[in-house]
């Protein structure tokens, strides 16, 4: 009994000093472990220069770093592109910008034409494409590509989902910062409880605020009279729109929902896209030219039947201006306009019997007529003379089409280049045709005003 006694002791007291060293050595292996953990991450921001310009991307750092950075715009571009030259030093002057935010916006490019890989796995179907990646997952940039005007569209999505604004001068901050390109709502006197969730729903496509305190100033200049009170401005159509309650979720959504679009669309580029995410169908009128006074007119009494029917979209496009799209709701030079018609978005339209066209006399009268009709169900339905208008907007050929295409061309230039080599001592190559191409094609797109959608093939 002795002996194991002394045995059991001699084990722990040998135990005791090991336990200690295995600590120490554990001590003195941390900041290995530690340093191990870190290095990752320190070796992923120094691969990039962060001090305001342009990053270059490639394939081989093309991953890192969108998993680096939560907010970077991606340019993929083309070196031959005529946009993407324009595009460039924009990007150039805007980068400085967003990145001292307080959540930096990075800007990078990435040669598309040569790293087609990214291209593909981006669905890049011209140049150039823009996009925003929000913490790795992709977002198609289709705002302004001015240096200022991006700063201030980029800004929107690295703010807060509900700003606070305690003063007078606080809500004109607010106004002047958000800019013109995204519609702007602001409580007043609201429980910003309310609000926040959707502030977080709709953060892609608005600007949400509370404001705490106010003078009777405010309210005279915002044409509201009571509180609570949610307004909603469209800066860039000069509109305003004032809800009073009820403040239940299903009345404020549909409020939010329905403001998210001007009361009448211009249809153009841009606005199309708009439309994606929401199930309306569009009142459209298409007159004869969008600048003329007559349509100006036409515009004013269509606001206010748009005002009265939320649960449709109105909007309008000039055959002069839009003679491509408005063809395919068998509009041509000899259709008596303006025309209404009911789209689905998609590739049917409707008419309404006996109210083809819109006549100078009395449009309030006719208008109430053609959606009185129209909800009674005393229409033609009709299909598309040709690609659906969204179809249209976004039939550009893909990368891999454009590739073959240059091929092919390049080949018969070249084949028929050796037949006149007698004619001709220097016979052109497949790169010279390439150029001659680009620049020709890039000559044709500096001649017509650049569009902020704008992209080559």
Known sequence: MYE????????????????????????????????????????????FTVDGTVLELDGSNFDSAISTF?????????????????????????APLL??????????????????????KYEVDGYPTLKLFMHGVPVEYSGPRKAELLVKYLKKFVGPDVSLLESDSAISSFIETAGTQFPIFIGFGLNEALIVDFAKKYKKKAWFSVAKDFSEDIMVVYDFDKVPALVCFHPSYDEKSIFYGPFEAEFLEDF??????????????????????????????????????????????????????????????????????????????????????????????????????????????????????????????KRFSGPSLIGYINSLISIRTVYLIVFVVAVIMLIRTIGNKDEDDTPRTHRQVRDEDTSSSSGESERREYQPGDKED
């Open 256 to 381: 939010i929902k329905q403001n998210q679009l001007p009361l009448v669309l211009p249809v153009n580029y841009d606005t199309l896209k708009l439309l994606k995410d929401d199930e309306r169908k569009v009142v459209l009128t298409i007159m004869e030219d969008e600048s003329d006074v007559k349509s100006h007119t036409l515009i004013k009494t269509l606001k206010a039947a748009a005002s009265a029917n939320r649960d449709l979209i109105f909007g309008y496009a000039g055959f002069k201006e839009w003679e491509d799209f408005v063809d395919v709701f068998d509009v041509d030079k000899k259709t008596k306009l303006p025309k209404m018609v009911v789209w689905d978005r998609n590739d049917e339209f409707s008419t309404v019997v006996g109210l083809e066209s819109i006549d100078e006399e009395d449009q309030r009268s006719q208008i109430s007529q053609f959606l009185e009709g129209y909800r009674e169900g005393r229409t033609i339905q």
């Open 99 to 120: 990145a001292v935010l307080d959540k930096p916006i990075m800007i990078a490019k990435v040669n598309a034409d040569k790293f087609t890989h990214l291209g593909s």
């Open 70 to 94: 939560d907010f970077i715009l991606v340019d993929f571009y083309a070196p031959w592109c005529g946009h993407c030259k324009r595009l460039s030093p924009e990007l150039d002057v805007a």
């Open 4 to 47: 194991t006694g002394r045995s059991r002791r001699m084990c722990r007291s040998r135990a005791m000093p090991e336990t200690a060293q295995m600590f120490r050595r554990t001590l003195l292996l941390l900041p290995i472990f530690l340093a191990a953990l870190i290095a990752p991450c320190v070796s992923a921001v120094d691969e």
